[in-house]
C-alpha cells in the first residue's frame, strides 16, 4: 500500500506556488526535459554538482517534492527548521555518519518519495563534471531500495554560479531498476551502478544546444 508523503503539506504546496516562480524567474532556470519526469513511484534524482544552489534549481524544475540531505544542526535553528523542512530537507547527525543517512534515505524512499543526491559527493565549482571523480554511494542506495534514477545535469557557463546568469536543468529519461543488472550488490556492482547514473547525467551535457 503506497505511503503518504508526510513532507508535502500546504506550506510546501504554498511555497512552491508562490516562491518557486520567483526563484525561476531570478535564479534564470530553465528546464528541459520536464516530460520525462517520472510521476510516481521511489525515485532517486541524480545530478551533477556545482553549487549548494543545486538544490533550489532542481526543486524548482520537478512537479513532485524533492527531499534533500541536511545537517542536524540546521534544524535547531528557529524559523530555519520549519522551512527547510517544508521544502524537503531532512537532518542528519554526524555523530551517527553515513549510517543514519543512509537510514533516512531508505525511509523515504520506501515511502515512494523522491531523495534527491550528487554521486560526486560534494560540489566541483568551475570544474567539468566529467573530469571528477563519483562515488559508489548513489550505487549502493539504488540497489538497496530497489529504487529507479532520474539523471539530471544542470547545465549553467563555466560549472560556476552568478547572478542572472542562466541555468538550464535538463531531465533525462528515468534508468529503470532492472537495467542496473544487479545481483549480489557489493562495492563492484555499487561502483559500476554508479559510474551508469553519471554517465547517463553526462549525456544530458549537450541537449537543446542545437535548437
Do not use: W
Request: hydrophobic fraction near 40%; proline fraction near 3%.
Amino acid at each position: 500500500m503506497k505511503k503518504k508523503d508526510k513532507n508535502k503539506n500546504g506550506l510546501y504546496r504554498f511555497l512552491k506556488a508562490t516562491i518557486g516562480p520567483i526563484i525561476k524567474f531570478c535564479m534564470r532556470v530553465k528546464t528541459l526535459g520536464a516530460e520525462n519526469e517520472q510521476k510516481e513511484g521511489a525515485l532517486i534524482v541524480c545530478a551533477n554538482h556545482t553549487a549548494m544552489l543545486d538544490v533550489l534549481s532542481l526543486a524548482v524544475s520537478f512537479k513532485r517534492q524533492l527531499r534533500f540531505l541536511a545537517k542536524s544542526e540546521l534544524f535547531k535553528i528557529p524559523l530555519l527548521s520549519g522551512l527547510i523542512s517544508a521544502l524537503g530537507a531532512f537532518g542528519v547527525d554526524r555523530g551517527k555518519g553515513d549510517i543514519g543517512a543512509i537510514k533516512k534515505t531508505l525511509s523515504i524512499l520506501e515511502e515512494e518519495n523522491i531523495v534527491a543526491m550528487f554521486p560526486q559527493g560534494t560540489r566541483y565549482r568551475g570544474i567539468d563534471p566529467a573530469k571528477t571523480e563519483v562515488k559508489s554511494g548513489v550505487g549502493m542506495m539504488v540497489y538497496r531500495s530497489k529504487a529507479d534514477v532520474q539523471p539530471v545535469f544542470v547545465r549553467v557557463k563555466d560549472y560556476k554560479y552568478r547572478f542572472l546568469r542562466k541555468k538550464e536543468v535538463i531531465i533525462g529519461k528515468p534508468i529503470k531498476y532492472e537495467e542496473f543488472g544487479f545481483t549480489n550488490g557489493g562495492t563492484e556492482e555499487y561502483e559500476r551502478a554508479a559510474r551508469l547514473v553519471f554517465d547517463r547525467i553526462l549525456e544530458l551535457r549537450h541537449e537543446g544546444l542545437d535548437k
